[in-house]
């Protein structure tokens, strides 16, 4: 019933959907050069042979899926894979990371006559799922040509949990469109299962499987050269409300170190001029704006990264990170990439969303709990006063990330398993 409602929703606001979407265009939120893609149209052909189809709602899961996607490539030289998310940011970083035989599209707007347009031009012999983003159309169009459908690194978080329990018929009837539902975590895989998944199980979290973010060599030549042998910590992805602590944190610090050096990356750039505006004036720091190709200078106290994608670049530039997002409660950003740089990790409580990774990386002693701004102080000057206990937790870092290393490989023998059962029943069915 309430499906039914949706979809019918859906159809009847079709004027408010597209002015929706006009302003979304306006605020470059769109890609108006590739807008006939959210409407299921596709100037590319489909490749011959087999095409799998993966979908991701934006940056996160797209990087999570990449390993598991070129092992399905190296599985099958005939095989081909789609990639649909719907950002615009997630599609710039995939046109440099996809390899061969793969491809992004954005994917359809929910609207059945955009959905099926899409299926009808792609015809995937499978589709994967990555992590929550349930769209109601796409899944019962998907079903209803066949198409099996596996979910990858499900993740349903407590508030999730709470809310799709209200919602229980809607998820089930979803869930039940799925042949096999992997959840990142133990608890994620229950979760599934409470809600309706009829086959579930737990494999592993892809996110262990992402390669290393890249930097370009000669701009991190430049930059170390800049930096020399400063003291410095980075504050990675860090949210309104934590740059003020990351000023507090610079001031405690440099009573101790005279050269010492904060780099502060925030998660949305655009509030860059903004933040340097409130650490100039209110905190009477000296700012070094990358966006401006302002200079790091010996002077300069806070260097302020307003870009997009470098974070790659800058973990490699200071072994002491704290992770934002977690001073505040919005449920944190991911310690993986830090620790896969070889970083010693610091975060605040508020880790919601990657509850299990931490209390693993508390039980691989590679990470620092803090509760505010003042215990994020000390825990910054202990790690840089402490080269033994730095190394020995960048050491047991990479040591815990060793020990998830299969996930990648354990998650594809599952889709082969289903995607091989579905070639022999369709064998079978063709000759009786």
Known sequence: MMLSLYRTAIHLGAPFIRI????????????????????????????VGRLIWVHGASVGEALSVLPLIESLLKMDELLH???????????????????????????????????????GHWKPDMALWVESEFWPNLILETQKRGTPMILVNGRISPKSFAGWKRARTIISRLLQNFELCLGQTREDAERLRQLGAKSYKCVGNLKFSVPPLPAQTEELIRLQQDINDRPRWLAASTHDGEEELA?????????????????????????GHEIAAMLKEEKGLKIALRSQGD???PETDIYLVDTMGELGLFFRLSDI????????PLGGQNPLE???LECAVVHGPHMTNFQSIVSEMSDFNCAISVPN??????????????EDIRTSMIANGLAYLQSQSE??????????????NRVRKTKTDATT
């Open 321 to 328: 990170v704290f992770m934002g997002k977690s001073l505040v």
């Open 20 to 47: 929706y979407l006009k302003h979304r265009i306006a605020e470059g939120k769109e890609d108006h050069l590739r807008f006939a893609e959210r409407k299921g149209k596709s100037i590319t052909p489909r490749p």
């Open 295 to 297: 200079p790091l200078t």
């Open 81 to 119: 894979v789609l990639l649909t998310t719907g950002t615009v940011s997630s599609a710039e970083l995939m046109a440099d990371r996809l390899p061969n035989r793969a491809f992004h599209q954005y994917v359809p707007v929910d609207r059945i006559n955009y959905v099926r347009r899409f299926l």
């Open 247 to 271: 000023a507090y944190v610079h001031k405690e610090l440099k009573k101790t170190y005279k050269s010492f050096l904060s780099i502060l990356v925030p998660r949305h750039p655009t509030r």
């Open 338 to 340: 830090a620790l896969r």
């Open 407 to 420: 996930v990648a490989e354990n998650v594809k023998n599952e889709i082969m398993v289903i995607l091989q």
């Open 373 to 386: 701004g003042e215990a994020l102080a000390r825990a910054i000057n202990h790690l840089i006063s402490n």
